[in-house]
């Protein structure tokens, strides 16, 4: 019974953690801190994730070039309708990984033309990535993938020990509740086979005075 009980309060605090920590995150559409550069004919990666992570295969979403549509996600596949024309069978998303939150844009075959500065819109929110083409200088890209992993990691883990925390304190408060309510129904059973019911006779069963009223009794002579 108390193993039920506690496994019942411990799946509460767990959606009731969830629930919390649902209403309450503030989710961004983060891009590189840098610009990315690439030399023309090459295929590029353009950053963008949301976070914290989250499933984002049933949203929306939206590349721009300015105000060209380079390309568009939605219901869950490819929207080819009023991409601009130069961009057509030259962008995709990386669609296992969008349950991630990952929302990056792959663009092959890359002109001086694809240069400027691109919007990733996603959930009603943007995130500005700049293209340039020309030499590449691999030590300031491999140091923006850099930062982006750090920060993604210490998200997680700031959330994850946040969340931890909450489920350990409320377990233990449901731990010390029921053993409070099992030590008080214990003393409430032993107290109720110790005292006599309503009723009953004050003196138990064999008592040397009602053997002794008995053994004195006399009978008056005939």
Not at 171 to 192: I, P, Y
């Amino acid at each position: 019974m108390i193993s039920r009980v506690f496994l019942a309060g411990w799946l509460t605090v767990w959606v009731f953690c969830f629930s919390i920590a649902e209403g309450k995150v503030e989710y961004k559409v983060i891009g590189p801190s840098m610009p990315v550069t690439a030399e023309e004919k090459d295929d590029v990666v353009l950053q963008c994730h949301v976070e914290p992570e989250l499933d984002v295969t049933n949203e929306t979403v939206e590349w721009k070039l300015q105000d060209k549509l380079v390309y568009r996600y939605r219901s869950r596949t490819d929207d080819p309708d009023f991409q601009d024309p130069k961009f057509k069978g030259r962008t995709s998303l990386f669609l296992k990984e969008m349950v991630q939150g990952n929302v990056s844009l792959k663009l092959t075959n890359i002109t001086e033309e694809d240069a400027g500065n691109y919007t990733c819109k996603v959930l009603k929110r943007k995130a500005q990535v700049t293209l340039n083409v020309g030499k590449v200088d691999p030590g300031h890209q491999e140091e923006d993938l850099e930062k982006v992993s750090t920060v993604k990691s210490g998200h997680r883990i700031y959330v994850v020990t946040i969340v931890i925390f909450i489920v350990v304190a409320g377990g233990f408060f449901l731990w010390k509740c029921t053993v409070r309510n099992e030590t008080a129904g214990q003393s409430q059973e032993h107290e109720s086979k110790v005292l006599p019911g309503p009723g009953s006779d004050a003196e138990p069963r064999g008592s040397p005075l009602r053997h002794r009223s008995s053994g004195n009794s006399t009978t008056s002579p005939t």
